[in-house]
């Protein structure tokens, strides 16, 4: 099992940026697919982006592709998302996930490692 705490979220204007980062503890964070997930409330978790073991393969949510960047560091354990353009429909708790067979899933139930959460909201 891996140990995921997130961090930098926070409250921004409609048009501003924040990056998350997942810090990754226990098994060696290599060996996962490293994923991120959006939750509102009333609502089931929303893939946003995932990215391979190694870093070399990623994909998004299509509503979110050109906006948000998904990157690793396997030396420092950390899962990172760049969050561009922020709009108030991105508002919500954002969750670093990872899974060690999950890669081109998008289905929350896939990740069986996650974080507790970090609150974004986009004030308009």
């Known amino acids: 099992q891996v140990q995921l705490v997130e961090a930098g979220g926070g409250l921004v204007q409609a048009g501003g940026s924040l990056r998350l980062s997942c810090q990754a503890s226990?098994?060696?964070?290599?060996?996962?697919?490293g994923g991120w997930f959006r939750q509102t409330p009333g609502k089931e978790r929303e893939f946003v982006a995932a990215?391979?073991?190694?870093?070399?393969?990623?994909y998004y949510a299509n509503s979110l592709k050109g906006r948000f960047t998904i990157s690793r560091d396997n030396a420092k354990n950390s899962l990172y998302l760049q969050m561009n353009n922020l709009k108030p429909d991105d508002t919500a708790v954002y969750f670093c996930?990872?899974?060690?067979?999950?890669?081109?899933?998008?289905?929350?139930?896939?990740?069986?490692?996650w974080g507790q959460g970090t609150q974004v909201t986009v004030s308009s």
């Open positions: 226990g098994r060696a964070f290599s060996a996962y697919t």
């Open positions: 996930a990872a899974s060690t067979y999950a890669y081109g899933s998008i289905l929350a139930t896939d990740f069986g490692n």
């Open positions: 990215i391979s073991e190694s870093g070399g393969g990623t």
